[in-house]
């Protein structure tokens, strides 16, 4: 069994910062370029932020500047560090894998979301 779990999601002024942790638990093999994402009432899930097994990150224009995503494959964890936050930035925000692992003496490999943090910037 794999799972990811977000944490470090709240409520925080705007020009505040946070940061949102993701864990994966399991019998991991890899994770493959765990990504950010982000859902506001009545919007679209859009991708925030995702970090290659490289260290290649990508980001959407809207947080270029203001938010850093980083990973400890050791650790099987990515962050998401929130910097300069902005109304426009209150969501629920999830964690996104592709993750190979073990079950059994089988390896599998298949996309997970985690159960998503709400980030709430007031002014």
């Known amino acids: 069994q794999v799972q990811l779990v977000e944490s470090g999601g709240g409520l925080v002024q705007a020009g505040g910062s946070l940061r949102l942790s993701c864990a994966a638990s399991?019998?991991?093999?890899?994770?493959?370029?765990p990504g950010w994402y982000r859902q506001a009432p009545g919007k679209q899930r859009e991708l925030v932020a995702a970090?290659?097994?490289?260290?290649?990150?990508n980001y959407a224009d809207s947080v270029k500047g203001r938010f850093t995503v980083s990973r400890d494959n050791a650790k099987n964890m990515v962050y998401l560090q929130m910097n300069s936050l902005k109304p426009e930035d209150t969501a629920v925000y999830y964690c996104?894998?592709?993750?190979?692992?073990?079950?059994?003496?089988?390896?599998?490999?298949?996309?997970?979301w985690g159960q998503g943090t709400q980030v709430t910037v007031s002014s």
């Open positions: 996104n894998a592709r993750i190979t692992f073990l079950l059994g003496m089988t390896r599998l490999t298949r996309d997970y």
């Open positions: 399991g019998k991991i093999s890899s994770i493959n370029a």
């Open positions: 970090i290659s097994s490289i260290g290649t990150t």
